[in-house]
């Protein structure tokens, strides 16, 4: 899922977006309760009439930003006092005004509120921690079953969903806990939460392997902030469906673009001269019509066509690769994505989960 | 003509500028002298094959933005000496130098290097610059007639054209002079240089109703450097052929914005939940998709699609001006345009030159 913090995955037009074959984009809770503010969102028709997005939308629950732009957060049992990164004014959120911001933005699919553990944590702390997620789940689910909105572009009747998010730290077994009690809760959808925030990449995969198998393969599963091309064909190997990154976003804008033949800096002296394009096995629009040679140019000359076209591509290489792992399930015996799935020790699982 | 300074018009992809209609672009020597240079331009095949756009381009002398960029210039017989405003380093530009530059750019249409009089000058100083300017274009046609090149997406043995450029500052007599000179040294199209240089508007209107009536009509007369949508429609109507500005592409990237209702501030309050399309009448995609609440939010909020969809809409607009200018000469009684064209007292003239 391409991430559009504020109504708009930086630099790219809806058009856009739909040629690149987007079926949900992400937004996030935090930000656009700061800007434009819920009020305006929900008055212009919620996130899908505001950006003009017929299309699937989910929202975070603004807890994850919370956690990672305020050092001077305040958690208690009612909810997080926080203050805004733009003027440094306070705010206050609960599972409840959590549900009644993403409620009033109208995205598909809306998130539980929880706390995000930080990393490293003693047992002690990972476990209150999960605890206080557990009891915000189920104030969410209460919150949100009274209030949720059919979302308008769909069929009459339609609603909202909330998925649960499971929390637990680097605990393997608070993690199974954490699954299991937040099933017991019950929603559509489950996501492993608390991850991505600063633990070595080994660690997160053990984490999302270890957490994974505890939910159930019938509904979507959702892996919060990750990651690259190589780790999310391992995620999905390992039978996560869905997952949100600003990596190919955020790496565009600094010049760092994924190809089939590695990663590529664009900014250095070596393409100036590059006729080539920047991946020649893509099928971008990019890597169609532009040399690397113009592209290290724009990137130089600090043009926007830069960030555009780097966002361009990297999002499709992305998408491309979410295709592909689709496809290769489908097939189910796909060389490719087995050869992927056995370097994580999970062909048999994947599988299992998937065929 | 959309300006693409630095081989890019600023935010907007070469697809967009295709779906726009844009028929032809401008990019400036001075800017791509400095980078990525004439040489890497020239090896990656021209702009043309630099930027991957297979339509018409032309290129500026350079001239102006030496003299605009450059307070500290020194100009002599030879040429220029001025410093580079990225790096302070020293350059030198001469009529010979820069139909190098142009040739190497590769574009179709390449101007004569000329100095550009400041404002105001009295007559000596604008006498003596358009002498200097005179004996420029001489040595300019001179040196391009010997090294134009082919241009190489078109017909075989079609080569770069060199355009004149009439200067006289805002002399109206020495103005007579330069197109009479200019032409007596003979080009395939003439510009009206000079003006948008801090004078009244009033004034340049003055000096390009004067200047034009003594360019011939039976070649391109291209004025350099202006203007609101009003205005080209005036010099339209007095006899201009072609126009080139940063207006649209600029005003965009600070939220203001051409509507067929007048100017827009998009960064107003008063928008911030205006659900009504920024301008009803315009076709463009930006007015067809988003409403003014999300164009105001994406401004707001310093998000680069901001500028994208700003650019694409002023340029929307600029081009379909110029589409309906076209139309109704080739109509040569719109009641619009001669509306337009009265109120300038250059209807007669109008329909004299193009009819």
């Known amino acids: 899922m391409p991430v559009g913090t504020l109504a708009t995955v930086k630099g790219i037009s809806q058009d856009l977006l739909e040629d690149l074959g987007a079926q949900i984009i992400l937004g996030n809770t935090y930000h656009l309760y700061l800007r434009p503010g819920v009020e305006t969102v929900r008055q212009m028709g919620g996130l899908h009439g505001f950006m003009s997005w017929p299309h699937p939308i989910l929202t975070d629950s603004g807890g994850f930003q919370v956690f990672s732009l305020n050092e001077l957060r305040k958690v208690k049992e009612e909810g997080v006092t926080f203050r805004s990164h733009l003027d440094g004014s306070s ?14 933005l109208g995205a598909d699919i809306i998130m539980a509120f929880d706390e ?3 990393h490293p944590a003693d047992h002690r702390r990972t476990l209150d921690s999960m605890e206080l997620t557990l009891r915000w789940a189920a104030r969410s689910k209460k919150y949100f079953e ?7 572009w769909k069929l009459p009747g339609a609603t909202q969903s909330l998925f649960g998010i499971v929390q637990g730290g680097m605990d393997l077994a608070l993690r199974k806990e954490s699954a299991e009690r937040t099933i017991e809760i019950g929603f559509p959808g489950y996501a492993i939460g608390g991850l991505s925030v600063g633990e070595p990449r080994e660690l997160t995969r053990e984490v999302v392997e270890a957490t994974v198998q ?5 509904k979507p599963r959702y892996l919060m902030g990750v990651g690259t091309p190589e780790e999310i064909v391992q995620y999905a190997a390992m039978g996560i469906d869905m997952m949100d990154c600003v990596m190919p976003t955020r790496a565009a804008r600094h010049g760092l673009l994924f190809t089939s033949e590695g990663k590529v800096s664009i900014k250095q002296t070596r393409y100036s001269k590059d006729e080539s394009p920047l991946d020649p096995n893509c099928p971008c629009k990019v890597c ?9 140019h724009l990137y130089a000359a600090n043009e926007v066509l830069a960030q555009v076209l780097n966002t361009v591509h990297n999002l499709s290489f992305y998408l491309d690769t979410m295709r592909r792992v689709r496809q290769s399930i489908s097939l189910g015996d796909s060389p490719q994505f087995l050869t992927v799935a056995k370097a994580s020790n999970n062909a048999d699982q994947l599988l299992r989960n998937k065929s």
């Not at 009274?146 to 308008?152: A, D, M, N, T």
């Open 214 to 218: 505890h939910l159930p393969a019938d």
């Open 288 to 296: 169609q019509r532009y040399s690397r040679a113009y592209l290290r």
């Open 146 to 152: 009274q209030h949720k909105l059919e979302v308008p």
């Open 116 to 118: 995000c553990t930080e």
């Open 91 to 104: 705010h206050f959120f609960s599972p409840e005004s959590s549900m009644d911001a993403q409620i009033g």
